[in-house]
């Protein structure tokens, strides 16, 4: 469409009615041009609005003209709204464009020199306080002066989230606050219960900051993922279970006084030919904040690295949403992989975010698509940034759980750095019985979507919970290492109406607890605050359950929960476990190389539980504890561990 029609204008600026703006949006959808200028006006729309915002807070330097007695006439005058209005918005943006740039220029000199008189003090005379605010100075627009000199980097907490400042520049990524497990008292809180899956992306974020150069934000790193990232050498199950359960106990290398259990699930694997017929739609997010190399070009890739994969009877749909969403390709069987990579190439990024216009298209193809018995996924590629239509996240997630009921699964794939929504990625997959991976590289994408492709399409499981119960006889206290964010209450654990984690083909899942066995020096959960006695009864109603507590030799009991794909029921599997005692140094090499992975991450978030733990002893054991290392993971892992102990001495 012409891009001078005032129509235009008024899409951008959500002003026309739902007719209208339906009929643009399809008009836009075919043109990069058009795309491109809609996104600038937008822009320019944001930015005025958040001047104007800055000058109502600053009333005297509002200049106040006796237009009020005007307004009727104005509002009621249809010249000024077919003619004149569009004219002076467009006048209105041509002279802001040319005082933005005009600052934005004169913002830049000044950099140039206080950056120079940071590196020659000597050469430069610094500038007066009012000759630098005099400079810096705008009738409409505040600019914060740069800093003399950066630190390496830094954190800053604010109402939307965690923002990092690295050499000056700020993002606007969210990772979610988050506060790490304590130790609990086993003889109050005998029950750890938590859903299980498992997502990897905290690893790989962890991975891509530590590349660029900088430490992580404390809340990107969680320790599961981090753990999780990595396989472990667990038995099969048997053939009637899709899951063994493994546990082993050892001396705790950050805490010799304390033991580190290590619970491991290893599900059952399905050979690539025995994989179902597969009905996948690729969501793929084409706004304009995806047009970084390392955002759609790179989902791109990644989206034709499965393609390769698929065989002539599994099918694919491209759903692409930006401003409005739309079929790029309908559902198409793999013998047609040219016209499917064709479909592919041809995406180009512009717009704004409707991720839920997106959502709702994408799960009707996958449901009009349905197989039986087959693999019914919906892949959602984007760096979250949903900003038009359905924007929040309780409402997105909620849109998510509705949709889930379908049958069809989802995987999320996250992309891009400065303004990534974690937090909102990750709870998308949790509720929409999915998995999270983040891609920061396409050998990232080749580990995800082709070495552990049957883990990352076949739900072998859906719904897995874990709940252990500590016998107070032998243990103190613990604490779990991670899965802050997939807390249940014990109560939850018997209940099928709860949501829980799903576990994909031939996965391991590893979780790890810290426990002060009884008649340690020390147990953390004795400096917790003591709770008044009860007034009506005791915690334990069982006389007859405490005294076989007090006799058992058992250290603590494993239960797992899980229901079929297509179930509704869920069904029990449960170990006991003895302590016999084992020292970290005797330990498995898999043990040795989940401690060092889960000290790291502690490292980095500068837990309070790190112990004594430190970036040496972390590669100590992870190098005792590389093994085999068939993909080269593990190598990588001492690579990085070795990155960032640079960075901290930095």
Known sequence: MNIDDPRLTAYALDELDEA?????????????????????????????????????????????????????DIRDDPWFWSIARPLAVAAVIAAFAVIGLAIFGGYKLQQNKIAQASRHPTNLPLAAPSEIEAEMASPMIALRQPAAAQPEFREDFSR????????????????????????????????????????????SIVQRFIN??????????????????????????????????????????????????????????????????????????VSGSMTPAERLPLVKQAMRLLVE?????????????????????????????????????????GGSTNGAEGIQLAYKVAEDNFIKGGVNRVILATDGDFNVGVTSQGELIRLIEEKAKSGVFLSVLGVGEDNLKDSTMQKLADKGNGNYAYLDSLDEARRVLVQQMNGTLVTIAKDAKIQVEFNPARVASYRLIGYE?????????????????????????????????????????????SVDPLKYGTYSTNATQGDQRSTSSEMLTVKLRYKKP?????????????????????????FKFAAAVAEFGMLLRNSEFKGSGTPGA???????????????YRAGFLQLVRKAQALKRG
Request: with cysteine.
């Open 20 to 72: 209208e703006r339906a009929e643009i949006a399809h008009e836009a959808a075919v043109s990069a041009e058009t795309q491109r200028e809609v996104q600038e006006t937008q822009t320019m729309a944001r930015r005025l609005r958040e001047d104007f915002a800055a000058e109502l807070q600053h009333p005297a330097s509002v200049v106040k003209a006796p237009l009020s007695a005007n307004l009727s």
């Open 160 to 203: 939307d989230g965690d923002i990092r400042t690295h050499n000056g520049k700020s993002n606007t990524a969210d990772y979610g606050l988050f506060i790490e497990n304590p130790f609990l008292a086993a003889l109050d809180n005998p029950l750890s219960t938590f859903s299980i899956d498992v997502d990897t992306a905290s690893y």
């Open 212 to 285: 660029n150069g900088t430490l992580p934000p404390k809340d990107a790193v969680r320790v599961e993922e981090m753990i999780n990232y990595f396989t472990y050498d667990y038995p099969k199950p048997t053939a009637d279970e899709p899951f063994s359960i493994n546990v082993d106990v050892a001396s705790c290398p950050w805490e010799q006084a304390h033991r580190l259990v290590r619970v491991g699930l290893k599900g059952r694997e399905i050979a690539q030919d025995k994989r179902g017929t597969s009905n996948l739609v690729f969501l793929l997010d």
């Open 309 to 349: 994969k698929l065989s002539e009877k599994d099918r694919v749909a491209i759903v692409v949403y930006a401003g409005a969403s739309g079929l790029a390709l309908p559902s198409t069987t793999g013998e047609h992989k040219e016209q499917i990579l064709s479909a592919l190439e041809s995406l180009q990024a």
């Open 485 to 529: 964010k997939r807390l249940l209450r014990k109560e939850d654990f018997n209940n099928d109406k709860i949501d829980a984690g799903e576990i994909g083909a031939g996965h391991t899942v590893t979780a790890l607890f810290e426990v002060v066995p009884v008649g340690a020096n020390a147990n953390p959960a004795a400096n917790l605050p």
């Open 566 to 590: 297509d179930g509704d029921k869920s069904e029990l599997i449960e170990r006991a476990v003895v302590d016999d005692g084992k020292q970290f140094a005797n330990a498995s090499a898999d």
């Open 618 to 632: 972390v590669l100590e054991w992870a190098e005792e504890g590389k093994g085999k290392d068939a993909n080269g």
